[in-house]
């Protein structure tokens, strides 16, 4: 569409007819469609880059692919501003704990874009001392976008599948908006740097097992030995 127009057909309900002559001019569509369809349009991705994956997210937002499109192109440095976190490289267990504090800071509706192999599986340092198996294990992911790193066409895919998603919730199904429930949605916790890195909701079973006089467990071990403890 040229001429900045705004194609209604985008919005039209398939069952309501409306004149062909009149279709330029009116919609019929439902509150939720309307709703979608802007917040769709208009996500503001966080700014921040960890590895390679950031440099192919740098020329997606330049005048060759131009984000402005799709409605994305104001990517905020304030997580307080950003609706979409773009987790762009490799995560490694120092930086995982402020991605979990800037997601935790965004407001809802929020979704989450895991860019490249790394941060959806730990790509080609999976088996690294220092490297996250994917940043799914710590903060919901809503689209993956696979290659190492992914192309700009391929983010751009990834952007207009998660477009196709926003498109698909309802207002008047709770569970596709849980940002309009009652009370505040509960924070995701911040994981804890030590000589491993931990799940805060594990740290009373590692605590049990400190008081024991034998070197300190893995959390897969103490979590094995108390499960195996219950079922005894």
Not at 18 to 32: D, R, Y
Not at 118 to 131: D, M, R
Request: net charge neutral; charged share 20%; hydrophobic share 40%.
């Amino acid at each position: 569409m040229s001429n900045g127009e705004i194609n209604l057909r985008d919005l039209q309900h398939p069952d309501i007819p409306v004149p062909e002559e009149m279709q330029s001019n009116i919609a019929v569509t439902s509150l939720s469609s309307l709703y979608n369809w802007a917040r769709s349009r208009s996500i503001w991705p966080l700014l921040f880059g960890l590895a390679c994956c950031a440099i192919e997210m740098i020329a997606t937002a330049a005048s060759r692919f131009d984000l402005a499109r799709f409605g994305m192109e104001v990517m905020r440095a304030s997580p307080r501003q950003a609706d979409l976190m773009i987790v762009s490289g490799t995560v490694t267990k120092k930086m995982v704990v402020p991605i979990v504090r800037l997601y935790n800071q965004m407001p809802e509706p929020k979704y989450v874009l895991a860019m490249g192999a790394c941060a959806s599986g730990g790509g080609p340092f999976k088996e690294g001392y220092n490297v996250v198996s994917g940043i799914d294990k710590y903060i919901p992911v809503d689209v993956y976008v696979p290659g190492c790193p992914p192309t700009p066409q391929a983010l751009l895919y990834g952007l207009i599948a998660l477009q196709k998603k926003i498109e698909k919730q309802s207002l008047g199904v709770g569970a596709s908006v849980p940002w309009y429930g009652s009370g505040p949605s509960e924070e995701v916790p911040v994981p804890i740097l030590g000589p491993d890195i931990i799940d805060p909701r594990h740290a009373e079973v590692l605590r049990k097992e400190a008081k024991k006089n034998r070197p300190t467990p893995t959390v897969a071990e103490a979590l094995a030995e108390l499960t195996k403890a219950e079922s005894a």
